[in-house]
């Protein structure tokens, strides 16, 4: 008998192709699909499925049980045995809706500890490991204490929110006066954590029964914050070290006490003398890291994910790569601004395999990705100095001419955290 596999689905890209990564003939599928996602429809060949404007717990609720209910008969009682969402705006209703249907798979209090950043930090502090001085807030003067007992400064943030949606820095108690208003109705679900100058790098990959299998470290040119802000974010790959090894070895600890078993993750953590963690993601890194992880380094970790899930013993092909190194920069579409033309000569950077820039034609390239975005890149080479020196160029040299004639770069800051370059 075929297996029945429920999938929540809010993209289009390639990778909203699911059936591809089973094997054929053995899985029913069945989707509920965020409105705009259709095209997701004939490339999964679903046996059901569902759109809906709104992907929430209660709506996912109604919508599978309709699904059940009319794909049952008397004799036979739909039943899930399998229930995905890759998206990490869908784990923690995904979490749910297993707990309430009885679907095996990662739990709602073992997803919580993957999602709530108080849950993880509290637990990887009971085995010592670095985490950032924290705190959840009950009013501001909790604010303003906290703020006044880290010489650094502070971050707000919310507890399980993704992207630095709603994240704000605040480096003297009138920045949190000001900032307060903005989060006071939300304050219960926000924590107040010190502010860290160092560089921050992640690690992704996965882990099989519990076995670190895969992983590579790679270290942010800006943040997922600048980038809310209309800056470029960059990423690269370190070469294989004793420092990338004290980072794996790190991460290693970290997942071990996070009890992750079967999982794809994306940890992010600052890069000091002693790494300290910043916060992880059971699922695969944004961005461009997928598609470098795959291209460059032959790991797709979208099709790993889904042999975890359907427990498939995977065994790794590895390339001799010891020497390549890989790296993204995306550029973000500025806010009330219409694009006349871009200029920008992409043959005098050889370190960049594939490129996405959007024109005046063809305005909704990234639709299917961040319609906010303006241009990506992706790159790789033998030599870590050539590819940073590649990013930076790029940043450099990339010039969109809107119709008030302002570049990115008068936008932005034109040294992007050079000092990480």
Same mark, same amino acid.
């Given at each position: 008998?075929?297996?029945?596999?429920?999938?929540?689905?809010?993209?289009?890209?390639?990778?909203?192709?699911?059936?591809?990564?089973?094997?054929?003939?053995?899985?029913? +599928?069945?989707?509920?699909?965020?409105?705009?996602?259709?095209?997701?429809?004939?490339?999964?060949?679903?046996?059901?499925?569902?759109?809906?404007?709104? *992907?929430?717990?209660?709506?996912?609720?109604?919508?599978?049980?309709? %699904?059940?209910?009319?794909?049952?008969?008397?004799?036979?009682?739909?039943?899930?045995?399998?229930?995905?969402?890759?998206?990490?705006?869908?784990?923690?209703?995904?979490?749910?809706?297993?707990?309430?249907?009885? +679907?095996?798979?990662?739990?709602?209090?073992?997803?919580?500890?993957?999602?709530?950043?108080?849950?993880?930090?509290?637990?990887?502090?009971?085995?010592?490991?670095?985490?950032?001085?924290?705190?959840?807030?009950?009013?501001?003067?909790?604010?303003?204490? #906290?703020?006044?007992?880290?010489?650094?400064?502070?971050?707000?943030?919310?507890?399980?929110?993704?992207? @630095?949606?709603?994240?704000?820095?605040?480096?003297?108690?009138?920045?949190?006066?000001?900032?307060?208003?903005?989060?006071?109705?939300? %304050?219960?679900?926000?924590?107040?954590?010190?502010?860290? @100058?160092?560089?921050?790098?992640?690690?992704?990959?996965?882990?099989?029964?519990?076995?670190?299998?895969?992983?590579?470290?790679?270290?942010?040119?800006?943040?997922?914050?600048? #980038?809310?802000?209309?800056?470029?974010?960059?990423?690269?790959?370190?070469?294989?070290?004793?420092?990338?090894?004290?980072?794996? /070895?790190?991460?290693?600890?970290?997942?071990?006490?996070?009890?992750?078993?079967?999982?794809?993750?994306?940890?992010?953590?600052?890069?000091? /003398?002693?790494?300290?963690?910043?916060?992880?993601? $059971?699922?695969?890194?944004?961005?461009?890291?997928?598609?470098? $992880?795959? /291209?460059?380094?032959? +790991?797709?970790?979208?099709?790993?994910?889904?042999?975890?899930?359907?427990?498939?013993?995977?065994?790794?092909?590895?390339?001799?790569?010891? /020497?390549?190194?890989?790296?993204?920069? $995306? +550029?973000?579409?500025?806010?009330?601004?219409?694009?006349?033309?871009?200029? #920008?000569?992409?043959?005098?950077?050889?370190?960049?395999? @594939?490129?996405?820039? $959007?024109?005046?034609?063809?305005?909704?390239?990234? *639709?299917?990705?961040?319609?906010?975005?303006?241009?990506? #890149?992706?790159?790789?080479?033998?030599?870590?100095?050539?590819?940073?020196?590649?990013?930076?160029?790029?940043?450099?040299?990339?010039?969109?001419?809107?119709?008030?004639?302002?570049?990115?770069?008068?936008?932005?800051?034109?040294?992007?955290? @050079?000092?990480? %370059?």
């Amino acid at each position: 008998m075929k297996k029945k596999i429920l999938i929540i689905n809010r993209w289009n890209d390639e990778f909203s192709d699911y059936r591809k990564h089973l094997p054929e003939n053995q899985f029913e +599928i069945y989707m509920l699909i965020l409105i705009g996602n259709e095209k997701s429809i004939d490339s999964n060949s679903p046996n059901d499925y569902r759109i809906s404007k709104d *992907l929430n717990y209660n709506s996912c609720k109604e919508l599978m049980i309709d %699904l059940i209910l009319k794909n049952s008969s008397t004799e036979n009682k739909l039943v899930f045995d399998e229930l995905i969402a890759f998206s990490e705006y869908d784990l923690i209703i995904a979490a749910q809706l297993r707990d309430f249907f009885l +679907i095996p798979g990662d739990n709602l209090d073992k997803v919580l500890l993957w999602r709530d950043k108080n849950l993880m930090k509290e637990r990887l502090s009971r085995f010592s490991i670095r985490v950032p001085k924290w705190k959840i807030p009950n009013d501001l003067n909790d604010i303003i204490e #906290f703020l006044i007992s880290c010489k650094n400064g502070i971050v707000l943030k919310p507890l399980r929110e993704a992207a @630095s949606i709603g994240v704000f820095i605040c480096f003297t108690e009138l920045d949190v006066q000001n900032i307060y208003p903005t989060i006071q109705s939300q %304050l219960f679900e926000y924590e107040v954590e010190e502010y860290i @100058s160092a560089p921050i790098g992640h690690i992704d990959g996965f882990v099989q029964d519990g076995e670190l299998k895969f992983a590579k470290v790679s270290q942010y040119i800006g943040t997922c914050l600048s #980038f809310q802000k209309g800056h470029p974010l960059a990423s690269y790959t370190l070469e294989n070290t004793k420092k990338s090894e004290k980072l794996i /070895d790190f991460a290693k600890l970290c997942l071990k006490h996070l009890n992750a078993s079967n999982n794809v993750f994306h940890l992010e953590i600052f890069i000091a /003398d002693e790494p300290i963690f910043l916060e992880v993601g $059971m699922r695969i890194g944004g961005g461009e890291i997928p598609w470098i $992880m795959r /291209d460059v380094f032959k +790991i797709n970790l979208f099709d790993i994910w889904m042999q975890l899930i359907i427990k498939t013993k995977i065994k790794l092909a590895m390339e001799k790569l010891e /020497d390549t190194v890989a790296g993204f920069l $995306m +550029i973000p579409y500025p806010v009330n601004k219409k694009l006349l033309e871009i200029q #920008f000569d992409q043959e005098r950077i050889q370190e960049i395999y @594939s490129s996405k820039i $959007m024109s005046v034609e063809n305005e909704q390239l990234f *639709l299917d990705e961040n319609e906010n975005m303006l241009a990506s #890149f992706r790159y790789r080479s033998n030599n870590l100095e050539s590819l940073k020196e590649a990013i930076k160029k790029t940043i450099k040299n990339f010039r969109p001419i809107f119709e008030l004639c302002e570049s990115i770069n008068e936008k932005s800051p034109s040294n992007i955290n @050079s000092t990480v %370059l």
